[in-house]
C-alpha cells in the first residue's frame, strides 16, 4: 500500500496498540509512545532520504513522488456524480511538513514524560492527531483532504479539554467552533469547485489543471461576484481561521495558553501550517485568478496579522500567552508572501523571480516558525513545570540558576526576531524581498512588525531572566533530564542548519512553487 500509508496511519495503530494495555503496565506506555512516534519519524525522514539517494527529483503537484492511488467511494445521487480516490502523494510543499510533523510529534511526546493523568487516553490522542495532520500534508484528493482536516479537531479538542489549564473547557470549545465554523465553509467551497470542473474527479492533479482556467461572474445579492473570487472566499475560510488571519485569530492566544506544553508545540508548530498549506496548495494552485484578484487585499491582511500579532505580544505578562500572539503575527509573513506571489502574476515575466522569492520565503516560513515556535514552547514549559508560573515580571535574573535553559531559551527567541545565521532569517528575507517588488506599501508596514518583535522579546528577556537575580527563585534547578533537554537541543539543530544552509530545504520546496507559478504565469499570459 506504500511507505505513505504507513506514515499516515502508524500513528493511529500505535494509538490503538496503547489504550489496549491494561492499567497494570501502565509504566510501558511512555517507552511504547516514545518508540512509536520515533519509528514514525524515522519513515517520515525516509521519505526524503530515500529520494536522494534513488536520485529522484522531489516531485510537484503534476508529478508527486511515493504516489498512490486507489478508488475509494464512487457514487450517483440523481444527477450529482461522487466521487473520493484513496490518493496519497508527497511533493516540495509537503515533504518539510510531513517531516516536521513526525519530528514534533515525537519531541511532544518526550517532552511530555512529567504527564500523568490518563496516559494511555493522552499519548492515544497524541497520536490520533498526528494521523489526522499526516493525511492532510499527504492528500492528493481533495475529498480525502478535508475528512483528515476534520480528524484532528476531535483529538485537539480533547487534549485542551481534559489536560489543559483552568480555563481548558473554554479554551477547548472556542477552538473546536472556530475551526469547525470555518471548515464547513471550506467543505462547501471544495464541493462548488468539484461541480465547477466537471464532477468526476476530485484529484490535486485534475485541479491543478483545469480549477485554474475557471472565470465567469455569479448573480449575487442583486449584483454579481466573480467566480475565482467566490470559490477563493469558500476555499479560505477554513484556512483563515486556522493560520489564524485577524479577525478570526482569537480563539489561538486562549488554546496556547490553557493547553499543555507538549500540545502548544503541535498546535503551533503544524496544526497553523495545515491553514497555510490549505492556502497554498489548495487556494493559489487551484484556483490561482481568485488569490491575484484579492491579492492587495491579503497583503493588507497580512500586514495586520503582523503588526496586531506584534503589538498585541508586547503587553502579555504571561509568556505563553506571548508566544502565541507571536505566532499570530508571524503567520502573517506567510500570508504576506503567498498575497504577493499571486498579486505579481499580472506583472509578467519579469517579476517571476520575485514571485519564486516570496513564495519560498512563505513555505520556507511554514517550517522554520514551527520549529522555532515549537522550541519556545518547550522553554517556556521546562520553565513552568519548575516554578509553576509563566508571569513575566515575577521572575528576574533566574539565568544565575539555569545557564543551560536560559540560553537554549534565548537562541529560539533571536532566531524568532530573525537573527542572521538562525532559521527565522532566512524566511523572513525571502519574503520581504519577493514582497516588495508589488505589495510594497504592505511589506514596509510587515517590515516594521520585526522591530516590534526584537522589542517584545528582548524586553522579556531582560525582565524574566537576565540582570540581578531575584533571591524568591535561588532554588531553581536548570535542565536536568532527558525529557527537558532532547527538545530544545534538537531543535536548536535545526534552527542552525536552516540558518547556516537552507539550500538543502529549498532544494525540496522550489520544483512544485516553481511548476504552480509557472501555470499561473501561462494562464495570465494567455
Known amino acids: 500500500m506504500g511507505l505513505l500509508t504507513f506514515v499516515v496511519f502508524l500513528p493511529a495503530l500505535f494509538g490503538m496498540l496503547v489504550l489496549l494495555i491494561p492499567n497494570r503496565w501502565a509504566n510501558i506506555v511512555k517507552p511504547i509512545a516514545a518508540a512509536g512516534s520515533f519509528i514514525v519519524l524515522v519513515l517520515s525522514a525516509w521519505l526524503y532520504i530515500g529520494l536522494l539517494i534513488n536520485g529522484q527529483g522531489f516531485g510537484d503537484v503534476q508529478h508527486p513522488t511515493w504516489f498512490i492511488n486507489v478508488p475509494w467511494i464512487n457514487a450517483t445521487i440523481g444527477t450529482f456524480h461522487f466521487q473520493i480516490n484513496y490518493a496519497l502523494g508527497a511533493d516540495g510543499l509537503s515533504l518539510p511538513m510531513i517531516f516536521l510533523n513526525g519530528l514534533l510529534t515525537f519531541l511532544a511526546v518526550i517532552g511530555s514524560w512529567h504527564v500523568d493523568k490518563r496516559i494511555k487516553f493522552y499519548m492515544a490522542m497524541l497520536f490520533f492527531l498526528e494521523t489526522g495532520v499526516m493525511g492532510v500534508f499527504a492528500s492528493f484528493d481533495l475529498f480525502l483532504f478535508i475528512l483528515f482536516w476534520e480528524v484532528e479537531l476531535i483529538p485537539m479538542f480533547l487534549l485542551i479539554g481534559i489536560w489543559g489549564g483552568q480555563r481548558r473547557e473554554y479554551a477547548a470549545w472556542k477552538f473546536l467552533i472556530y475551526t469547525l465554523v470555518g471548515s464547513s465553509i471550506t467543505l462547501a467551497g471544495i464541493f462548488f469547485l468539484y461541480v465547477q470542473t466537471g464532477g468526476t474527479d476530485a484529484s ?83 484556483v490561482p485568478h481568485g488569490v491575484e484578484q484579492v491579492a492587495p487585499v491579503l497583503g493588507i491582511f497580512a500586514a495586520i496579522n503582523v503588526l496586531w500579532g506584534a503589538g498585541a505580544s508586547m ?212
Open 204 to 286: 490535486y492533479q485534475h485541479f491543478a489543471s483545469v480549477g485554474s482556467q475557471i472565470t465567469g461572474t455569479l448573480p449575487l445579492f442583486g449584483g454579481t461576484i466573480s467566480l475565482p473570487i467566490l470559490l477563493f472566499l469558500l476555499l479560505f475560510a477554513g484556512f483563515a481561521v486556522k493560520i489564524p488571519v485577524w479577525p478570526v485569530h482569537t480563539w489561538l492566544p486562549d488554546a496556547h495558553t490553557e493547553a499543555p506544553t507538549a500540545v502548544s508545540v503541535l498546535l503551533a508548530g503544524v496544526l497553523l501550517k495545515m491553514g497555510a498549506y490549505g492556502l497554498i496548495r489548495i487556494c493559489l494552485g487551484f
Open 315 to 526: 503587553v502579555q505578562k504571561d509568556m505563553k500567552k506571548m508566544i502565541a500572539y507571536a505566532s499570530v503575527s508571524h503567520m502573517g509573513y506567510v500570508l504576506l508572501g503567498v498575497a504577493a506571489a499571486a498579486a505579481a502574476a499580472a506583472g509578467g515575466a519579469n517579476l517571476m523571480q520575485f514571485r519564486e522569492a516570496a513564495l519560498t520565503g512563505a513555505t520556507l516560513q511554514m517550517f522554520t516558525h514551527g520549529a522555532i515556535t515549537g522550541m519556545l514552547f518547550f522553554a517556556v514549559g521546562v520553565v513552568y513545570e519548575k516554578a509553576h508560573t509563566r508571569e513575566i515580571d515575577i521572575f528576574g535574573g533566574i539565568a544565575d540558576r539555569m545557564p543551560r535553559e536560559i540560553t537554549l531559551y534565548s537562541m529560539a527567541c533571536f532566531a524568532s526576531l530573525g537573527l542572521p545565521a538562525l532559521a527565522g532569517f532566512v524566511a523572513e528575507y525571502l519574503v520581504f524581498t519577493g514582497s516588495f517588488a508589488t505589495l510594497p506599501v504592505q511589506t514596509i508596514f510587515a517590515v516594521f512588525g520585526v522591530v516590534l518583535t526584537a522589542g517584545y522579546l528582548l524586553w522579556m528577556l531582560r525582565r524574566a531572566f537576565y540582570g540581578p537575580l531575584n533571591m524568591r527563585w535561588s532554588w531553581l534547578t536548570d535542565v536536568n533530564s532527558v525529557a527537558e533537554f532532547l527538545p530544545l537541543a534538537t531543535l536548536i539543530i535545526i534552527i542552525f542548519v536552516v540558518g547556516v544552509y537552507p539550500k538543502f530545504l529549498v532544494d525540496v520546496i522550489t520544483p512544485s512553487l516553481h511548476q504552480m507559478l509557472t501555470t499561473m504565469q501561462s494562464l495570465t499570459l494567455h
